[in-house]
T-cell receptor, first 115, second 110 residues
Framework: NAGVTQTPKFQVLKTGQSMTLQCAQD?????MYWYRQDPGMGLRLIYY???????DKGEVPNGYNVSRLNKREFSLRLESAAPSQTSVYFC??????????????FGPGTRLTVL | TQLLEQSPQFLSIQEGENLTVYCNSS?????LQWYRQEPGEGPVLLVT?????EVKKLKRLTFQFGDARKDSSLHITAAQPGDTGLYLC??????????FGTGTSLTVIP
């Protein structure tokens, strides 16, 4: 099993450009999440999907949109990239839906730079 | 809003030394997790603690959840170079979201 995979691994954008970060998991998990990680800030939740067909905002959703395409895939879209969105983005999945006994499995991350 | 503060932010020690990392908050959490992250990779879960006062041991690592479920600590005995990494705590709220701490970057020098 590959676990959680993310594409691309690296991306450089110019301000105003758009892009979609892809995430897929092969563990048959119901819940999926997008986080961003910035130095000294830990990980902050952008959006999550408790199950196929549902999405909810996390701590820092502004400037992002998500799509839960099916049970396996959860994408994150930046419609008009800004330098403040330069970060490392992590996708994670878990089963059952997020609860305090739950373990989140993380992908390797996408390193995004917005110039 | 940063709910969880970790200290120290950076720690560099010699192999064989002991260390403690702290995770503090003014908020109450239903549970708390500790993760370790290596460069270029995503975090990996080490432990989950759910009961106030709970202590869990994982080989040379000891995790404690505060009695009031607002804080936690990670103690490493006889640190080894393989312990090097970024340690993150994450607290779960009744709203079913996890809030991650600011992280502690540990370097163990051989």
């Amino acid at each position: 099993n590959a676990g959680v995979t993310q594409t691309p691994k690296f991306q450089v954008l110019k301000t105003g450009q758009s892009m979609t970060l892809q995430c897929a998991q092969d563990m048959n998990h119901n819940s999926m999440y997008w986080y961003r990680q910035d130095p000294g800030m830990g990980l902050r939740l952008i959006y999550y999907s408790a199950s196929e067909g549902t999405t909810d905002k996390g701590e820092v959703p502004n400037g992002y949109n998500v799509s839960r395409l099916n049970k396996r895939e959860f994408s994150l879209r930046l419609e008009s990239a800004a330098p403040s969105q330069t970060s490392v983005y992590f996708c994670a999945s878990s089963e059952p839906p997020l609860s305090y006994y739950n373990e989140q499995f993380f992908g390797p991350g996408t390193r995004l730079t917005v110039l | 809003t940063q709910l969880l503060e970790q200290s120290p932010q950076f720690l560099s020690i010699q192999e064989g030394e002991n260390l403690t990392v702290y995770c503090n908050s003014s908020s109450v959490f239903s549970s708390l997790q500790w993760y370790r992250q290596e460069p270029g990779e995503g975090p990996v879960l080490l432990v989950t603690v759910v009961t106030g006062g709970e202590v869990k041991k994982l080989k040379r690592l000891t995790f404690q959840f505060g009695d009031a479920r607002k804080d936690s600590s990670l103690h490493i005995t006889a640190a080894q170079p393989g312990d090097t990494g970024l340690y993150l705590c994450a607290g779960a709220t009744t709203g079913n979201q996890f809030y991650f701490g600011t992280g502690t970057s540990l370097t163990v020098i051989p």
